[in-house]
């Protein structure tokens, strides 16, 4: 016999079981106005936590429509500006995805060479064209 498996257990030996638990308190808070109307179940500090997040929240979103209002054509001129780089950029991205397709950009150049050999031919080689050009221009 092994003389391990016959010895009693100490008490030392004894898995230790939780005997108390604790819960923190939970208090339910309600925000019965405004378009953040909510009910949560939360410990109390989070939910002063989060009555403070909302209270800074109203006031980032007052100081901005405040900011907006009162700068809106500095405010539309960098994002008129900011919009145009963006639609530059996106262009030529365009332009070079294009570039890159066989036989795509050859026929381009094609046309744009045939175009421009038309308007030399139409309005630059006698005077009398190019006065209707300047007069169409003119307008």
């Not at 208090?27 to 997040?53: D, H, I, Q, R, Y």
């Amino acid at each position: 016999m092994n003389p391990e498996a016959e010895a009693p257990n100490s008490p030392d030996e004894q898995p230790m079981e939780a005997t108390t638990q604790t819960q923190a308190p939970v208090v339910e808070v309600t925000m019965e106005s405004g378009p953040l109307a909510m009910t949560t179940k939360a410990a109390p500090a989070a939910a002063t936590e989060l009555e403070n997040l909302l209270k800074q929240a109203s006031e980032y979103v007052s100081f901005v429509t405040d900011f907006f209002k009162s700068n809106q054509p500095a405010v539309v001129k960098v994002g008129l500006l900011v919009g145009a780089a963006i639609a530059a950029k996106l262009a030529l991205a365009i332009l070079g995805a294009i570039n890159e397709i066989p036989l795509l950009a050859p026929t381009f150049e094609l046309v744009g060479m045939g175009t421009s050999s038309w308007f030399l031919y139409r309005y630059l080689l006698r005077a009398s064209t190019r006065e209707e050009l300047s007069r169409d221009l003119a307008i």
